[in-house]
C-alpha cells in the first residue's frame, strides 16, 4: 500500500493475497514510477499507481507466475530484475522489467537466501550458504562469471561493495575480501 508520509493516510492498496505461509519479506523495488513486487507462491508483478483527478488508482502491468521471491529482494540493473525465485529449490533469475518475460536464469539448487548487489554490468549475489557469484548483467546473455566462498557459516545480511574490498557479515564475524587485478598475479 500506498501511504502519505505526514500523516500516514492510506493513498492506495493492492491486494496480494497469501499462498502457504502469511509473510512478505522482499522488499518492493521501483523504476519509473512503476513498483516490482513479488512474494512466496505468488510471482513476481509490475504495479503503477498514480494520481488521476485526485484519486490513486492502481493498474497491474504484468504478473510473471514463474518466479517467485520468498526472502531474497530482487535489484534492477539496466532495464532488467536479478533475483533469486524460490522456486526450483533457489534460481536465480532475470526478467526484463518491460514485459516481465524471464530472459535468463541460473541453475537451481542454488539456496534458500541471497542478498543482491546492483553494479554497473554487474550484480552480485551473496547466497545464504556463503557463496558469492558475480554475474555479468546482460539481459537474456547475462551469466555467471565467477563464484567465490566467502564465508563458513550462513550470511543474510547484505555485503558492502568497497573500492577494491567486500565486507561479508556471517553467522559468527565480519570478513574483508580485497579484489585484486588479475594482471598483477
Known sequence: QGVEIP?????WKFHMPHRGTNQNMPTPSFNN????????KRGIRKIHPYLKDD?????EKWHQTRAALNMSTAVINNGHLYGL????????FCIDITNGEIVWKGSGRSGDNATFLSTPEH???LLSNGNLQ???AK???????????????PTWAAPVL???RILVKDKDSLIMWQFTDSKEN
Do not use: C, D, M, P
Open 134 to 136: 558475480i554475474i555479468e
Open 139 to 153: 539481459g537474456s546473455k547475462s551469466k555467471i562469471l565467477v563464484k567465490y566462498q566467502v564465508a563458513e557459516s
Open 123 to 125: 550484480v552480485l549475489s
Open 162 to 164: 568497497l573500492r577494491n
Open 85 to 92: 525465485s524460490h522456486y526450483g529449490l533457489g534460481e536465480l
Open 7 to 11: 500523516t500516514g493516510k492510506t493513498l
Open 33 to 40: 514510477g512503476f513498483i516490482l513486487i513479488g512474494g512466496e
Open 55 to 59: 484519486k490513486w488508482h492502481v493498474v
